[in-house]
């Protein structure tokens, strides 16, 4: 059973930074790339970031650019967001996501706070 | 970047009758492979997104076949047959075609008349 499971949401202060994970399980996690798409409460969803299976290649959406950092480690079956310099609009639920004929299983989800 | 848009965004349905959602995209999402990348997603009050449909017209492993996805070039729909009570929540369609970003819909909340 394919399984993702995000850590390391939380509150934070406007500038601050925040490192979110994602373990994979029941896949061959290096075949796949990965996603962070994320969801203001009560909204629609936002993709943020994608890395292909063996991290060399990554993309952001414009609004994380500079700021957001996606990597992975294989031998960990985990997914990263390096978030730096936070903003209030960066607040939101983040899921990871695997991609299979693009975007299929998602994680639960961790919620990010930007607030003074 | 593409620009997804769902209609209606509010689709109050009576059990057991069909339901349709449509998405129109700002450009044709036809790959240069030939492949057209338009999926639709489930989410259910609480839960994350679940994919129902990939590719226009395939349903994912487990999703009942009353729901279905058709259309070609900018224009799309899903629908179901015969509306559950299950079915409630936030429909989603999402462009991987023209990437980055990945661009979703607006969503549709589906409830129950």
């Known amino acids: 059973e394919v399984q993702l499971v995000e850590s390391g949401g939380g509150s934070v202060q406007p500038g601050g930074s925040l490192r979110l994970s994602c373990a994979a399980s029941g896949f061959t996690f290096s075949n796949y790339r990965m996603h962070w798409v994320r969801q203001v409460p009560g909204t629609g969803l936002v993709w943020v970031s994608r890395i292909n299976g063996d991290g060399s290649t990554t993309n952001y959406a414009d609004s994380v650019k500079g700021r957001f950092t996606i990597s992975r480690d294989n031998a960990k079956n985990t997914v990263y967001l390096q978030m730096n310099s936070l903003r209030a609009e960066d607040t939101a639920v983040y899921y990871c996501a695997r991609d299979s004929a693009s975007i299929d299983y998602w994680g639960q989800g961790t919620l990010v706070t930007v607030s003074s | ?113």
């Open chain 2, 1 to 113: 970047d593409v620009v997804m848009t769902q209609s209606p965004l509010s689709l109050p349905v009576t059990l057991g009758q069909p339901a349709s959602i449509s998405c129109r995209s700002s450009q044709s999402l036809v790959h240069s492979d030939g492949n057209t990348y338009l999926n639709w997603f489930q989410q259910r009050p609480g839960q994350s997104p679940r994919r129902l449909i990939y590719m226009v017209s395939n349903r994912d492993s487990g999703v009942p076949d009353r729901f279905s996805g058709s259309g070609s070039g900018t224009d799309f729909t899903l629908k179901i047959s015969r509306v559950e009570a299950e079915d409630v929540g936030i429909y989603y369609c999402m462009q991987s075609t023209h990437w980055p970003p990945y661009t979703f819909g607006q969503g549709t909340k589906l409830e129950i008349k």
